[in-house]
T-cell receptor, first 114, second 112 residues
Framework: DTEVTQTPKHLVMGMTNKKSLKCEQH?????MYWYKQKAKKPPELMFV???????INESVPSRFSPECPNSSLLNLHLHALQPEDSALYLC?????????????FGPGTRLTVL | DAKTTQPPSMDCAEGRAANLPCNHS???????VYWYRQIHSQGPQYIIH???NNETNEMASLIITEDRKSSTLILPHATLRDTAVYYC?????????????FGKGTKLSVIP
């Protein structure tokens, strides 16, 4: 299984809602990532988990809260988002860091904040 | 990580080779060149990476100049399904190095 799956595919939420994005991989990878991609822009790294511990937080606002319950799952909890947070949220995984960093990406969740 | 420069767009006739250039003049000795592509509305897909030798896999070839200041990704027989944004990324190989910093990429259009 060489897939990274993400649910839901699309999400519409209001600014007062709480929602979660989910990501799953069964490749035995020990690093997992969240990226944000605005329309017509390249992906931007948000968080990195390595061995289920938060390794990198790229100064992301606290209304985005990542969670890694186990080595196969990665969640992104959303609360009190703003319309400018509307974007494609991509999850990725890799065997590790350094040279072994061929990252496998999921199809993304397209988020719209009203 | 070193910065990369790519043309914003390119066209290629179907069946011909697509040659996508990338400049990375400030690359360091321990930095690798990675290529990813992103087909519309999909997640990025890894293509190939290299340090200084030319590399080939089932998807593409990567040619790195001797001074390592530039590289070219070659898709030998482009098909319509190769229409995508292609990203050239330079990154360190050290342990604990996780970041992929995407630039603006090259939008490749394969034309029938």
């Amino acid at each position: 299984d060489t897939e990274v799956t993400q649910t839901p595919k699309h999400l519409v939420m209001g600014m007062t809602n709480k929602k979660s994005l989910k990501c799953e991989q069964h490749m035995g990878h020990r690093a997992m990532y969240w990226y944000k991609q605005k329309a017509k822009k390249p992906p931007e790294l948000m968080f990195v988990y390595s061995y289920e511990k938060l390794s990198i937080n790229e100064s992301v606002p606290s209304r985005f809260s990542p969670e890694c319950p186990n080595s196969s799952l990665l969640n992104l909890h959303l609360h009190a988002l703003q319309p400018e947070d509307s974007a494609l949220y991509l999850c990725a995984s890799s065997q590790g860091g350094g040279l072994y960093n061929e990252q496998f990406f999921g199809p993304g969740t397209r988020l719209t904040v009203l | 990580d070193a910065k990369t420069t790519q043309p914003p767009s390119m066209d290629c006739a179907e069946g011909r080779a697509a040659n996508l250039p990338c400049n990375h003049s400030t690359i360091s000795g321990n930095e690798y060149v990675y290529w990813y592509r992103q087909i519309h509305s999909q997640g990025p897909q890894y293509i190939i990476h290299g340090l200084k030798n030319n590399e080939t896999n089932e998807m593409a070839s990567l040619i790195i100049t001797e001074d390592r200041k530039s590289s070219t990704l070659i898709l030998p027989h482009a098909t319509l399904r190769d229409t995508a944004v292609y990203y050239c990324i330079v990154r360190r190989s050290g342990a604990g190095s996780y970041q992929l910093t995407f630039g603006k990429g090259t939008k490749l259009s394969v034309i029938p």
